[in-house]
């Protein structure tokens, strides 16, 4: 199978915006749940928002609710994250990979245990 592959990161000052893509493969997309992950220096990945592939449920961690929209193409296995008034406490490598669902339900933000194929992820730099 081959890795997710992260893209649309770059250097903005706080208050700006991007839009970050991920194209995974068919086997990943298979998933009932997709999500963002996001990684600070010297920290651990966190989950920060998810999405049910097959309803389009979407569920966000509480430090981005209101700034940052997941959403997808699922015709093309891409999943996109929209990442408005950024803080500096954004910046990191953001990667997208599948998210743990029991019962369906995608807001555990939590990737599974045994996933191990990441992509390279994609910078992100907000500036003061």
């Known amino acids: 199978q081959v890795r997710p592959a992260e893209s649309g990161g770059g250097s903005v000052q706080a208050g700006g915006s991007l839009r970050l893509s991920c194209a995974a493969s068919?086997?990943?997309?298979?998933?009932?749940?997709m999500g963002w992950f996001y990684q600070a220096p010297g920290k651990e990945r966190e989950g920060v928002a998810g999405?049910?592939?097959?309803?389009?449920?979407?569920y966000y961690a509480d430090s981005v609710k209101g700034r940052f929209t997941i959403s997808q193409d699922n015709t093309k296995n891409t999943l996109y994250l929209q990442m408005n008034s950024l803080k500096p406490d954004d910046t990191g490598m953001y990667y997208c990979?599948?998210?743990?669902?029991?019962?369906?339900?995608?807001?555990?933000?939590?990737?599974?245990?045994?996933?191990?194929?990441w992509g390279q992820g994609t910078q992100v730099t907000v500036s003061s």
């Open positions: 990979a599948p998210v743990s669902s029991p019962s369906g339900y995608c807001g555990t933000l939590r990737t599974f245990p045994q996933w191990a194929d």
């Open positions: 068919e086997y990943t997309y298979s998933y009932i749940c």
């Open positions: 999405i049910h592939t097959g309803r389009g449920f979407t």
